[in-house]
Structures are given as structure tokens and as C-alpha cells.
């Protein structure tokens, strides 16, 4: 089985996909083993993270379910009898017994269950009717995992530690790929080692670090709707942030996007397993989805938001998740902190996955087919409770530019304490952004913009750099933000405003001076301590559009949002085609 892949520019199917089968066989009962859709040679003693016969290392209670595939290659029907596991403690073996017609497929699973740390190995035996090599009627392989003692996670999103079992960030790569560097491996931020997401051979995705591809001036993994990577281990559906930029508006009628996908193991490999998070229509379960969460083959469980109207634009927080940490609970679907409204299908066959092996840019089935940015992946193998599901989404939000909630009404940002660093009772909602240190999330963002509009304010520590790394300046001290957002009032001219820009000279002087401003008002928030002076900038042409002055352009700063003729003001220079000054808020 293969997918075939036709990125193209159409608006409704911009990754046209379908699958094609082959058979290339021969005469008799021939048999062959695969492990990530990669071939296990009979009689293997060298196991591999590439086949996951090396199922890596991992932790008391986290226990690894890797499925193997058996091939039946002959002319001739091949019987499967048994399948068992010797030696290495914590490996078992689901056995197979059944008859596998020509070209067809059957699976097994294996599961290790950590309970002393150590490195073990055991002998998986298939026993089978083949006849094209002699020694294949007793197919064997083996199998290793290692044991560790568990670190402590002394960094999470948020600073959410608790549970935390997947952290992907596309800024890790910072260091060790260059600008426009094909990406072969995705460090986990909180384990690695197996959890690591690779490349296959010309699958590679994009990582790139510049102003044109950044979002909100950080870096991005690429997918080209031809890209994928795996990780053998660190899908967990009970929580899961997934940070995503499509390359075009995604609706009801976009092609399957899978972008973050787990395993579920009882689904056998020729199933359709599609078990995870995907945009567009991504499954015939639905009908006029737009983002769904989905397990196993299309007969099974779906919760997906249903809309013949809605696209999704730029990038998007999503945060599939379980409506409590019950066993028997379903999933609700997140985005930008709000709950979409989802309808469901086959509700009784729900599974908890739990630290499955996992995809990025396809499914376990099917091939390569998202197309667009993937900024974050994150996953918990515990369902967060809200207060620190509002932590971890405002620490993307503020790293990505991203408004919580709704534009205009949003939501509270908070640290990693959680206390309260932009208030959305106050107001001036539209098009948040901010910069802030918060050390246990690793978050540093030293310059930032809204990512809902091409041309808006952008504030810089000291100054504005091509991308956030390359701002060297420093936030004196942990957990300080400086966050803003506006009223979302016209550009156009408000009454002017009198200054008597003599006021304080003695002998008394009036110089009364007319200024004419925008209606649009900024709020900006400073909490946890001091942010030192930023630069201010913004596109000229959002004040030359309406405005046309005779003179310069001032920024005017207010403790309130009524500006009086004692507010502060700036002279705003030009530089380029935009507008700046700066000012210590």
C-alpha cells in the first residue's frame, strides 16, 4: 500500500491524496516482518530505533505497545501460528493465529512494562508455513528497552511540569540547523531519546529562522505536504497542544491534513489508522469537518467541529483534550483557549492512548499530507486542570503572537505562577501580544506583534532584530512581561488634543499646540517587575492611510485611557517605511 501526493494550488484540495495498491510476490509462501514500515531480517540481533525493535529507554510506569506487521509476499496463503517472546522481563507478546491471504497483512503487538530500571532484551519467534527460505518458518528478532530512573522535569510550557511526556519546539532546533536547513531530528524537550521525532529519507521537513517565514519572529518546522517524521514513543491523548500555521485557510473542504498522530495498537497496519489530530476532511466518519480528533479506522470514535462556513487562518493553538481523567472519558476540542462547539460518532469504542509511538505531518496509514507550519507539539499523559491549561496557553500565546479567546473579548494571560499579567476585564482585547521572561517555561520573547494582522505595533527590547534570537538583549528579571492589546477604534482622525508644550517653563509661557490622533488606544501592561526601555514601531502607512500632518508624529502615553494635555509624548522618527521612538513603560 502507498499514498500518492499532489501538492497543487487549488482552494479546496490543496494536497490531493489517494492510495494505490501493488503486489509484488512470489511463487509460494514467503513471509516478511516490519517494524515502522521498515523490514526486520529473520534471525536480527542488532535491534534499531529505525524498525523500533530498539523501543528506547524509558520509565517505571511508562510502559511502550509497538506493533509489528507480518506480510504474506507469496502466491500462496501464509499461515501464521503462533507468536511468542522469550527471555528479557516486562516483554510480552499478543499472539497471531490465522491464515494471511497473498499480499495481505496481519499484526502483533508487543508491549514492555518498566518495573526496574535496567536495559532487557527478549527473542520475538513467528512461527509460520513459509517455504521460499527454510529457516523463515521460525522468523525471530530481537527486541531491547532501557530502564532509567526518571529526571525530574525542571522545564515545562507554562512551567506545568506534572505529567509532562512530549515537548517538541521548533526554536530547540536554534544552533543546530541553519535557515532553510532540511530537519532529520526533533529533539523532545523533556526526555529525547525515542521520543525524538525523525526523518525518513527525503521526507524531510523545513526548519526555518527568518523574518519572512517566522512567526511572531520565531522559528517554524516546515511540512511541504510531502513531509513527515515519527517518534517511537510520546503520544498521549489525555493532553495535547499542538501550535500550527497551515500554508493556506483550512475549511470543510480542504483535503485530510493529519498533522500530530498516535497509534492506536489493536488497529491492524492495512485499517486506515488515523488515530489523532487532523484539519480539513479527514475522515469519513464526518461529515463538514474542519479540525477533528479521531481514533483508529472510520468505524471508531471521532469528536470534531462540524462548520460549512468557518476557515482557519494563520497560526492556531489547539488543545485536544480529555473532558476529565476518567477512563471512560471523551475528548473536547480547544482552540486559542475557547471549547469548540464538536459532535461525535461511535462513542463506545473510546481509547485512552498512551505513550504510543507517533507521527507529525501524516497518519500511521496514511502518507505525507499537511501542508504548513508546525511550531509546537506538546503532550501530558494526565489531563491539566484549567488553571494550568490557562498557563500553558498563555505561554504560547505570548511566544506566538497569538490572541486567547475571542479577538476582542479574549481571555486572562498569566504567568507560570499564575498571576494575572493582562486582564481581559479591563479591556482593550484586540490583537494581544507581549514580551516576557518566564525561565521555568523557557520562554525569553524579546520582541513581539500580533499575528492577526500584517501591519501593527511591534515593541522590541531596546531594539527590533530580524528574528528573536538575534535580539541579544536581556529581561533583567524572571517572570516580567510587558503585554498590550487594543481597543480596536478606527485609524482615523479622533478630536484633537491641546498641549501647551511650554508648560513648566518659569517665567510662565503658553504655547498651545493642536494634536490630532487616531482613535485606535493601546493599553500596555507592565507586571513582575521592570522592562526596560523598547523600541516602538509601526507601519507608517497605518497613520498616513487617514492622517496627513504637517508636521511629525507623536506617541502619546497615559496612566488612563483619557489623554489629557499633561500626557507624555514621544517624537516618533522614521526608519524605512515605518514609524518609531522609544519609551520605558
Known sequence: LASVTIPNNDSDESIYDFVIQGNCIVAGREIDIQGNDTSIPDADVTPSAVDLTDFGTTYVGLPISIPFQVYSLGTNQLNVSSVTITGGTGFTTTNLNQNINSGGVASFVVTFTPTTTGTFNATVTV??????????????????????????????????????????????????????????????????????????????????????????????????????????????????????????????????QDIFCGDDVNTNQGSQDVTGFSMGNSSARHNNEIVAYNQAANTEYGEAEINTTKSYVGPQIFNPRKRDNTASSLMHLFNNGLQLTTSNVATATFKNILNSRYWLGRSEFFDSSYGGDILEVITYDARNNDGNRRRIESYLAIKYGITLGNNGTSLDYVDSNGTTIYNASAGFNYDIAGIGRDDVAQLNQKQSKTVNKEDDITLGLSNIFATNNLNTNTLATNRTFLTWGNNNASLAAAAPLMVNISSGITPALTTNVDFTAVQRVWRVIETGGDVATVKVSLPATMLTATLSPPGDFYMFISDTPVFTPTAEYRVMTANGSNLETSYDF
Open 127 to 256: 512461527n509460520n508455513n513459509s517455504n521460499i527460505t527454510a529457516s523463515k518458518t521460525v522468523y525471530t528478532y530481537t527486541v531491547t528497552a532501557t530502564v532509567a530512573t526518571m529526571p525530574a522535569i525542571s522545564n515545562a510550557p507554562g512551567g506545568v511540569t506534572g505529567n509532562l511526556r512530549l515537548w517538541l519546539k521548533a526554536d530547540r532546533n536554534i544552533g543546530t540547523y541553519a535557515d532553510g536547513a532540511a530537519l532529520a531530528s526533533w529533539q523532545d524537550n523533556v526526555f529525547g531519546n525515542t521520543r525524538n521525532a525523525i526523518s525518513k529519507t527525503s521526507s524531510n521537513p523545513i526548519f526555518y529562522n527568518n523574518a519572512t517565514n517566522n512567526v511572531n519572529f520565531n522559528p517554524v518546522i516546515h511540512f511541504t505536504g510531502g513531509s513527515a517524521m515519527y517518534g517511537g514513543q510520546g503520544f498521549n491523548n489525555h493532553d495535547m497542544f499542538i501550535v500550527v500555521k497551515p500554508t493556506t485557510p483550512v475549511n470543510r473542504l480542504t483535503s485530510a
